[in-house]
Nanobody, 126 residues
Framework: QEQLVESGGGSVQTGGSLRLSCAASGLTYRSHSLGWSRQVPGKEREGVATINSDGDTRYADSVKGRFTISQDKDKKTLYLQMNDLKPEDTAMYYC????????????????????WGRGTEVTVSS
């Protein structure tokens, strides 16, 4: 059974950094593209970053140059390093596993997830 558990969220000030982690189990890497999405109340879930089994990455324009997604296949862990955080990054962040064919289309990927975690909250204050 697929299981994803996020950690690492918290509260920081503008310009700060956080590193999110996601422990994944029950997944076949070549059958999924992993990634992070985020959601604020009243808005649709937004794809933030994805990574495929070859290590290729995609980022939402709003986070390019500030966020870095990575994975450790041996530890079965996905990471999201978030630097230069802004108040608009405030959201619940979810780790997810989606169809590989949506890897390049972040918002479609975020809507087509096969599995996702419970989320970890990130708050950025000005």
């Amino acid at each position: 059974q697929e299981q994803l558990v996020e950690s690492g969220g918290g509260s920081v000030q503008t310009g700060g950094s956080l590193r999110l982690s996601c422990a994944a189990s029950g997944l076949t890497y070549r059958s999924h593209s992993l990634g992070w999405s985020r959601q604020v109340p009243g808005k649709e879930r937004e794809g933030v970053a994805t990574i495929n089994s070859d290590g290729d990455t995609r980022y939402a324009d709003s986070v390019k140059g500030r966020f870095t997604i990575s994975q450790d296949k041996d530890k079965k862990t996905l990471y999201l390093q978030m630097n230069d955080l802004k108040p608009e990054d405030t959201a619940m962040y979810y780790c997810g596993a989606g169809p590989p064919r949506f890897f390049r289309f972040l918002d479609l990927w975020a809507k087509a997830l096969d599995a996702w975690g419970r989320g970890t909250e990130v708050t950025v204050s000005s």
